[in-house]
């Protein structure tokens, strides 16, 4: 009974494999930005970045999103996927511009296109680049306003 077990769950998972692949999940396009703050005049910030909970969020200010709340990019801060390359392997690099990120962060809110790429965002750090693995977030569920009238106090 155990063998079968495993047989179905290794047929499953096989099936699954596949099936991600045929949809075009198998290898992503990765996107490579440069961020780098501390070269940018704080009033030119396009960027707020922010803690919430686990996770470190990169937003994007950018009315091109739904209810213009900007592009969130995050990572877990437990799960980080970060890797230090020298500055001679990151000039080997093609890196997409600010205005290319936006294009392809609202690209990617139709269902067929938001698992087609991997994002990467690039910081110096002394000597040394680091690149860190980002998640595109979804856009913010804004709240609803269903009513003009003013809620009266109890």
Known sequence: ???????????LLFST???????????KDTVYYLLDTA????KERMFVIEREGNAMVYILKCGCYPSAT???FFYNIYRKKEEKINLEKFK?????????????????LAPS????????????DGKNMKLIGMTLGPPFNTRKV???????PE
């Open 146 to 152: 269903n009513t003009t009238q003013a809620i009266k």
């Open 113 to 124: 296109e938001e698992e087609r790429y991997e994002f990467v965002f690039i910081e110096p």
């Open 39 to 42: 070269a940018i005049p704080v």
């Open 70 to 72: 900007g592009i969130p």
């Open 92 to 108: 080997k690099i093609k890196t997409v511009s600010l205005i290319q990120l936006i294009q392809i962060g609202v690209k990617c």
């Open 17 to 27: 494999q596949n099936l991600h692949a045929q949809k075009g999940g198998g290898k």
């Open 1 to 11: 009974m155990k063998n079968i077990v495993m047989c179905l769950f290794g047929f």
